[in-house]
């Protein structure tokens, strides 16, 4: 890598329009991540663990200077059918979504998805008294 593309990776907005091809060690699992795989140009998260870091406030910007770990709290579905995660940072509580990679792990995103279920926020014996 030449020192001027080096120098342009740190620009403000670089990885809006630039692929981010370098693999990294997820801080959470420990497991290494290559972008292979994601269909994406733009890894953002662990696919094993689904966790991901806070350096961004908005897409792309690496404006966030939190550092946070990123949990997984849930999913939702986006237009035309594309699953995408919603993370909260677990040191200041930001809460962003992340387009869900090829290779993301699907038992964990059916984990996070039916979570809601085993515990509702209102008590079961309430749905059986609507069925009467």
Not at 43 to 70: I, K, T
Request: aromatic content about 6%.
């Amino acid at each position: 890598m030449n020192r001027e593309h080096k120098r342009a990776q740190y620009t403000e907005g670089y990885y809006r329009n630039h692929a981010c091809n370098d693999p990294f060690t997820c801080k959470i699992c420990g497991r290494l991540v290559v972008p292979d795989g994601a269909s994406s140009e733009h890894r953002n998260h662990c696919p094993y663990c689904l966790c991901s870091l806070h350096v961004d406030n908005e897409p792309g910007d690496r404006a966030a200077d939190c550092g946070g770990h990123m949990e997984p709290i849930g999913v939702w579905v986006r237009k035309g059918g594309e699953w995408a995660i919603i993370h909260r940072c677990k040191r200041c509580g930001h809460i962003s979504s992340n387009r869900v990679a090829a290779d993301d792990n699907p038992l964990k995103l059916m984990s996070i998805a039916v979570k809601p279920l085993g515990n509702p926020p209102f008590p079961l014996e309430r749905i059986e008294g609507m069925l009467d």
